[in-house]
């Protein structure tokens, strides 16, 4: 029954990637959330109202997309809408 659980964790933390980095280190939203603060970048297409945009640790900025309530959007790697 341990097992099974773990198995669900790790599972549930892989969905939550929210950013891969060009350094290579990979961000859930919560670690994305823990980074310096840069701003938030208007965008309005589609559903996307906004970006957010942060420093990772290597100074680069790297941004996710949010919705107009503010929650996460997940996006391919061509910057659509999955
Ligand atoms: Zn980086």
Redesign the pocket.
């Known amino acids: 029954m341990e097992t099974l659980n773990w198995m669900g964790a790790g599972s549930d933390y892989r969905e939550q990637i929210v950013k891969i ?5 990979v961000y859930s939203l919560e670690d994305f959330r823990d980074l310096k603060y840069v701003g938030n970048q208007p965008f309005g297409y589609d559903d996307i109202e906004s970006l957010e945009l942060r420093n ?5 900025t ?1 941004s996710i997309a949010l919705d107009k309530d503010g929650r996460y959007v997940e996006l391919n790697e061509d910057g659509d809408r999955i």
Do not use: L, Q
């Open positions: 980095c060009s350094c290579g280190i990772c640790t290597c100074e680069s790297i």
